[in-house]
């Protein structure tokens, strides 16, 4: 049984950076593809960085150049580093998998504030 567990929210002013980690069980981490996404208030859960397996890397648009998505496969574990963070990235931040998400963690609440 697949599980995810998010951490590393908190509040940081904008500007500020932010690390968060995803501690994956359950399934074979080092051949899946991961990704991070997230969901504000009244809005769509969205992807905003995957990793292959291989480690190659994808970005939104609206995160390129300030998030950067990395994995260790000895811990089954992967981050997404948050860096010039906006209001508009408060968000509850999810990992799964990039295109065949599998059951939710629980998230982790990033609020930026102006």
């Known amino acids: 049984q697949v599980q995810l567990v998010e951490s590393g929210g908190g509040l940081v002013q904008a500007g500020g950076s932010l690390g968060l980690s995803c501690a994956a069980s359950g399934i074979m981490f080092k051949i899946n593809a991961m990704g991070w996404y997230r969901q504000a208030p009244g809005k769509q859960r969205e992807l905003v960085a995957a990793i292959t397996s291989g480690g190659t890397k994808n970005y939104a648009a609206s995160v390129k150049g300030r998030f950067t998505i990395s994995r260790d496969n000895a811990k089954n574990t992967v981050y997404l580093q948050m860096n010039s963070l906006k209001p508009e990235d408060t968000a509850v931040y999810y990992c799964?998998?990039?295109?065949?998400?599998?059951?939710w963690g629980q998230g982790t609440q990033v609020t930026v504030s102006s």
């Open positions: 799964n998998h990039p295109v065949v998400p599998d059951r």
